[in-house]
């Protein structure tokens, strides 16, 4: 079995997350795709971040309904930051030998590799997908370091950022089809990132 993992903050989800996932599975032919949001990320923290239980009921609403897509709770679990290599060990060892993953990064995400915790041994778990929006550019000393366990796909035309809607929430701005509409109202109900009720 093929499977992408799609971590992250999800802070909030949106259609670029989806669009993006759904490239990467169909074009590496995946079984399915699982997003994984992060409790604490080591390299953002948590200063505007959602409660980890909107974050993960967003992402349930976004891909309710697509038999391909499901969510994993497993580092909102942990104690402490998330360490992608910790997830990939688990997920390893309840998968067994029969899952292939492939792990689903940006390339901003990417270009700070070299500060992840045990980051040259993620390889050794997974395939990476450097997935990169057209005219940007990933350091090509940083792939090297993954030699033949990492690819880089360019995905045209998606200018959508988690940063960008909550800036536009926060000013009173549409969002419409940035967001899934489920995810919207949801938002809006919890008054989440300054959306007005």
Request: glycine fraction near 10%; aromatic fraction near 10%.
């Amino acid at each position: 079995m093929k499977i992408g993992l799609f971590g992250g903050t999800f802070n909030p989800v949106h259609t670029g997350h989806l669009i993006i996932a759904e490239m990467v599975r169909g074009h590496y032919n995946l079984d399915k795709v699982i997003f994984i949001p992060a409790k604490i990320q080591p390299q953002k923290g948590t200063k505007g971040v959602a409660g980890a239980d909107h974050r993960i009921n967003m992402i349930n609403y976004a891909i309710k309904g697509n038999p391909d897509f499901s969510s994993s709770d497993i580092e909102l679990k942990r104690v402490g930051p998330s360490y992608t290599i910790d997830t990939l060990t688990i997920l390893k060892k309840n998968f067994g030998d029969a899952a292939s993953f492939y792990f689903i990064i940006g390339a901003d995400a990417f270009a700070e590799i070299d500060l992840w915790k045990n980051y040259r041994e993620i390889a050794c778990l997974c395939r990476l997908i450097v997935v990169s929006r057209e005219g940007s550019a990933v350091d090509p000393g940083k792939l090297k370091l993954f030699e033949e366990r990492i690819s880089e796909m360019k995905i045209k035309g998606i200018g959508i950022s988690s940063t960008d809607i909550r800036a536009r929430l926060k000013a009173g701005r549409t969002v419409r089809y940035l967001l899934p509409a489920k995810v919207m109202e949801y938002i809006v109900k919890n008054g989440l990132y300054g959306a007005c009720r």
